[in-house]
């Protein structure tokens, strides 16, 4: 839900000049790959993917219990990213990808070197987004994050109430990360700067689903540019029964006739995502996608490999063929919605 259309306007014309040439011929390759392999059922690739999430950080600060690095079963060999390691990948895709998503498991902002990393992205052109739970917006951060021209920032606050966000937000401080998002949007202002564009995430369940009518007068008072309500991925079935919401439309999940919960989309045959984005962890490892999250299907890792070399190996074209074949064992696929 847009709240402010100018901020959405100059959002939108930054992404477009991200994308402009190379990136943009690289792209339309990717999609002409994805078709001929659906209408052939052979797997063709373009040499790179246009999206790419690195990992600063494995490790977070809160302790949400849906969340696998809150209960602690991200394993990763390094903390934080390296900026050696970081260049590198760039360097590699640079004016051929053009989107780039700085964080997966944990807290973006616990890198010391995160605002290094978007300066740099930026210089490279690159279009770039950080999801964060906010702890860290502090006055000093906030002026960093204006000055690292940071394209979009998306904060989540899971509740507009100090209870609410509790539920769900362990470990967090309802009130510190609403005077972060206050103050970075004050801080745009007195810097007439046009980025980042602000998104308010809200991760909609059981306990929070009741303040959603109010929540678009409260996000603007918090000076947000936007809002984005998110259906919750849960990993057990007790999860689901507990914390899914009563309202079908921001639930991901639907009963069968024996009782038990799936997946409201049906599981495809084509992920578009293994032919257009690339996962990266802290150390390296290449993940297919954004939903394997421990990860458990490591197609490489680009401390020893180019991403070229990765993106069309023998290891990831195998998986997208076995995605393709709908084969079970891939059970990352079981809870995606895309």
Same mark, same amino acid.
């Given at each position: ?9 100059? !959002? ?23 078709? +001929? ?129 509790? !539920? ?29 564009? +602000? ?12 303040? +959603? ?53 049906? =599981? ?16 390296? !490892? ?34 997208? =063929? ?17």
């Amino acid at each position: 839900m847009t709240l402010n259309y100018f901020s959405y306007l100059n !959002d939108f014309s930054r992404l477009a000049k991200a994308f402009f040439y190379k990136p943009a011929i690289n792209y339309f390759h990717i999609l002409i790959s994805f078709f +001929i392999s659906c209408i052939t059922n052979k797997i063709h690739t373009s040499k790179y993917p246009f999206a790419i999430s690195i990992e600063p950080s494995s490790i977070c600060n809160m302790k949400c219990p849906e969340c696998l690095s809150g209960m602690n079963k991200i394993k990763r060999k390094n903390k934080f990213m390296n900026m050696r390691l970081f260049e590198k990948i760039l360097s590699e895709v640079s004016r051929r990808s053009f989107y780039l998503n700085l964080y997966f498991q944990g807290e973006p902002f616990l890198n010391k070197n995160i605002f290094e990393m978007v300066k740099t992205a930026n210089d490279k052109k690159f279009y770039t987004v950080i999801s964060t739970n906010g702890y860290f917006l502090q006055e000093d951060n906030n002026q960093k994050i204006i000055e690292s021209r940071l394209d979009r920032l998306i904060v989540s606050l899971d509740g507009i109430s100090s209870g609410t966000y509790s !539920d769900y937000r362990r470990s967090g401080d309802f009130e510190k990360v609403v005077d972060g998002i206050k103050n970075l949007a004050k801080k745009k202002r007195e810097n007439k700067a046009f980025s980042p564009y +602000i998104v308010l995430q809200f991760l909609v369940h059981k306990k929070n689903e009741h303040e +959603i009518p109010f929540l678009k007068e409260y996000a603007k008072k918090l000076g947000v540019d936007s809002i984005s309500l998110k259906a919750m991925q849960f990993y057990n079935e007790d999860s689901i029964e507990t914390m899914s919401p009563a309202n079908k439309k921001y639930n991901r999940y639907i009963k069968d006739k024996r009782g038990r919960w799936h997946i409201k989309k049906k =599981r495809s045959s084509y992920c578009y995502r293994l032919w257009s984005q690339m996962v990266i962890t802290t150390d390296g !490892d290449v993940a297919p996608c954004c939903y394997d999250k421990i990860p458990s299907f490591l197609l490489g890792n680009v401390n020893n490999k180019s991403i070229n070399t990765i993106w069309k190996s023998k290891e990831t074209n195998s998986f997208r =063929r076995s995605v393709i074949n709908k084969d079970r064992s891939i059970n990352i696929c079981d809870n995606c919605n895309g």
